[in-house]
């Protein structure tokens, strides 16, 4: 049984290319636009890992975090961010 994985960003390419990343390498990926998504999966299924945008619609990531620790205390989670730099 392939672990699961959920994906949450407010960006579809993004959530797009980590998935395509992830199933190639056997993970079984979900996918959430914004944290209350993320909720409602996280009701649903039992994730192997979480990793989330640090701002997402409605809800931070590092509010998700609080909210996953009730849910689902011991699963790993890793918040990512984008970061613009000019040219360096």
């Known amino acids: 049984m392939p672990k699961k994985i959920l994906v ?8 797009q290319t980590i998935e395509l990343f992830l199933c ?6 979900h996918e959430a636009s914004d944290c209350d998504e993320a909720l409602e999966l996280l009701d649903q299924f039992r994730f192997d890992l979480v990793l989330s945008d640090v ?5 931070e ?13 011991a699963v790993p ?3 990512m961010t ?3 730099y000019g040219n360096l």
């Open 8 to 15: 949450i960003d407010d960006n579809p390419l993004i959530r």
């Open 24 to 29: 190639a390498e056997g993970y079984e990926v």
């Open 55 to 59: 701002h997402s619609p409605r809800l």
């Open 61 to 73: 990531g590092i509010d998700l975090l609080s909210h996953v620790r009730s849910i689902s205390p």
């Open 77 to 79: 989670i890793i918040i």
């Open 82 to 84: 984008v970061s613009h």
